[in-house]
């Protein structure tokens, strides 16, 4: 998932634009990996926002800045989106159609 971080409260804490409707509600803590920073710990999420201990992390965070997080608990995210990007070095290589999307009754 590629997050946006909108607010930086403390030094210690950023909030990212990723929440339960991005890693689901049930996933196990930290809710994923950021690539860009491991030390990052994203620890809880509402709805549509994720709470990201940063204070292990020796980086000044901004809001707008971009964030690579895979996530801990991929079964449970997959089927909130309609497509999977496959990237490789940056560069998007194939877009893959969610076929479950959408299909629970």
């Known amino acids: 998932m590629i997050c946006t ?3 930086v409260p403390t030094p210690d804490r950023v909030i990212i634009d990723g929440g339960q409707k991005t890693f689901t509600s049930y996933a196990p803590t930290p809710y994923g990996y950021i690539l860009e920073h491991p030390e990052a710990k994203i620890y809880g999420v509402s709805v549509e926002h994720g709470h990201v201990d940063v204070s292990e992390v020796d980086h000044t965070f901004e809001v707008g800045e971009k964030l690579s997080v ?3 608990h991929q ?3 997959t089927n909130l ?3 999977v990007y496959a990237v490789r070095k940056g560069e ?3 877009a893959w159609r969610v076929s479950g999307r959408g299909r629970v009754q």
């Open 92 to 94: 998007i290589e194939a």
């Open 70 to 72: 895979i996530p801990l």
């Open 81 to 83: 989106y309609d497509t």
């Open 5 to 7: 971080i909108v607010g």
């Open 75 to 77: 079964g449970m995210t």
